[in-house]
Nanobody, 114 residues
Framework: HVQLVESGGGSVQAGGSLRLSCTFS????????LGWFRQAPGKEREAVVLIDSDGSTKYADSVKGRFTISRDNTETKVFLQMNNVRSEDTALYYCATGSQSFGYWGQGTQVTVS
């Protein structure tokens, strides 16, 4: 079992930057699923970026070139660097992980772009 806590959200003007963090209660070396998701009001949750078991990343077309995922060496944190944000990036952002599926989710951190 692992717990996830997101942080770093807030209000930012369009064109600005934010760095989201997700802290795990233990390392996730054995978890193959890792990613950031978001859900805007009235919309379905969508994947922002996923990390495959081979370490490759897959970004949503809407964030390519603007967002970057990274993780620390202790495998207890993952980050989402958000640059040149747009109003459509406003959403509740979640990180999620799991061994074979996204079984563990955080509570989310709100990002509001004005």
């Amino acid at each position: 079992h692992v717990q996830l806590v997101e942080s770093g959200g807030g209000s930012v003007q369009a064109g600005g930057s934010l760095r989201l963090s997700c802290t795990f209660s233990r390392d996730i070396y054995t978890f193959y699923c890792l990613g950031w998701f978001r859900q805007a009001p009235g919309k379905e949750r969508e994947a922002v970026v996923l990390i495959d078991s081979d370490g490759s990343t897959k970004y949503a077309d809407s964030v390519k070139g603007r967002f970057t995922i990274s993780r620390d060496n202790t495998e207890t944190k993952v980050f989402l660097q958000m640059n040149n944000v747009r109003s459509e990036d406003t959403a509740l952002y979640y990180c999620a992980t799991g061994s074979q599926s996204f079984g563990y989710w955080g509570q989310g951190t709100q990002v509001t772009v004005s």
